[in-house]
């Protein structure tokens, strides 16, 4: 029996790389090569707690942000052939990859279950390089959080969290033409991503006083007369720290969105009260739009290299998890298998 290395998570902070038996398509699956594969902030959720929601008890394989090349496909796959570039929405088809399933993308090879149940796979250029490719899923997460905040054309947006789904939902908000994005976080190097990018303004709550800020770059509304709020008409929150939220339904202008694409692992406590008399709407965001069309339009037509920081080899995770841990070192950190 041949075997390839697979990282696994056993429990709580436990992961390892274990011998598994390669890879075979059944008839209508497809096995790919990974070519790079993204930490993913729910990766290291996982990794905290020893499964997807609590320890468990077998091996979960992990990795779900990946690209890959067709490798070998099962005798009733017509779609797919060997050698096609693809990126992968990891939660098609209930294959979960993962995220709970079978496979897991840091490995060097992946079996993708029923391929043609659900949109699966999806053909990148050849001049799009693997490891942008790799960050279509994040990507997809960012767009999913744009579309479920109900921007429209001239709204103006602040983002809280400069961490990968903060950069990639600026990059597709600029993308989709809006303008004066605000993007807040505690990492400066995170910020000098997001600059690099093209944000509009970049605030670190350390030093600056955001609400100050925002109120002069999206302009300020009157509540109830006399209490000054911010213009911004949509937040959306992608740090994961509990003082946000409370902290935007004070500050925001009536009527305005907040979406939420963060992890929030524990309850937050909400003055449904100020939701009620601003109409606030708040919005939860999660995965991804089923067709990655304009995911892979935005990667092959904008350089959003900025975002990845880090390389490693698939042998050298746990260097990588340290990394990845670090938001004043980190931003998209990689695994080329």
């Known amino acids: 029996m041949s075997t390839i290395q697979q990282l696994r998570l056993h429990g709580p902070g436990e992961v ?18 990974v070519q790079a594969c993204g930490i993913c902030g729910s990766d290291l959720g996982y990794i905290k ?26 005798a009733e796959v017509s779609t797919y052939r060997p050698g096609m570039r693809v990126v ?11 995220n709970g399933g ?51 054309a001239g709204d103006k947006v602040t983002i809280f969290g400069a961490g990968p789904i903060g950069l990639m939902t600026l990059a597709a908000l600029l993308y989709r033409g809006f303008s004066d994005v605000a993007i807040v976080d505690l990492s400066d190097n995170r910020l000098g ?19 100050q800020r925002l109120r002069e770059l999206h302009g300020t509304e009157m509540f109830l007369g006399f209490l000054p709020t911010a213009g911004a008409h949509a937040y959306i929150e992608a740090s994961g720290a509990a003082a946000v939220i409370p902290d935007i339904i004070n500050q925001a202008r ?8 963060a992890l929030h692992r524990q309850p937050i406590p909400v003055d449904f009260s100020m939701v009620l008399a601003k109409q606030l709407t708040l919005a939860g965001s999660m995965a991804y739009p089923e067709d990655y069309a304009e995911t892979v339009r935005i990667l092959a037509e904008v350089d959003l290299s900025a975002v990845i920081t880090h390389r490693f080899p698939l042998s050298e995770f746990s260097a990588a998890l340290r990394i990845a841990r670090n938001p004043s070192l980190a931003g998209k950190v990689l695994i080329e298998p």
């Open 88 to 98: 992968v929405n990891p939660l098609a088809a209930g294959n979960n990859i993962g």
């Open 254 to 261: 009536p009527g305005a969105t907040i979406c939420v694409v």
């Open 193 to 211: 991503i997001a600059a690099a990018l093209g944000a509009t303004l970049t605030l670190n709550p350390e030093r600056d006083d955001v609400w």
């Open 49 to 74: 707690v020893g499964g997807i929601a609590g320890p468990v008890s077998d091996p979960i394989p992990l990795g779900h942000e990946f690209s890959a090349v067709v490798d070998r496909v099962g």
């Open 16 to 33: 390892r790389l274990d011998d598994v038996e390669t890879p075979q398509p059944g008839p209508r699956d497809v096995v790919v090569r």
């Open 102 to 152: 079978d496979a897991g993308a840091f490995a060097r090879e992946i079996v993708i279950r029923d391929v043609g149940q659900a949109p699966t796979l999806f053909p990148i250029p050849d001049d799009l390089p693997f490891d942008q490719a790799a960050l279509a899923e994040p990507l997809g997460v960012a767009l999913q959080a744009v579309e479920r905040a109900g921007v429209a």
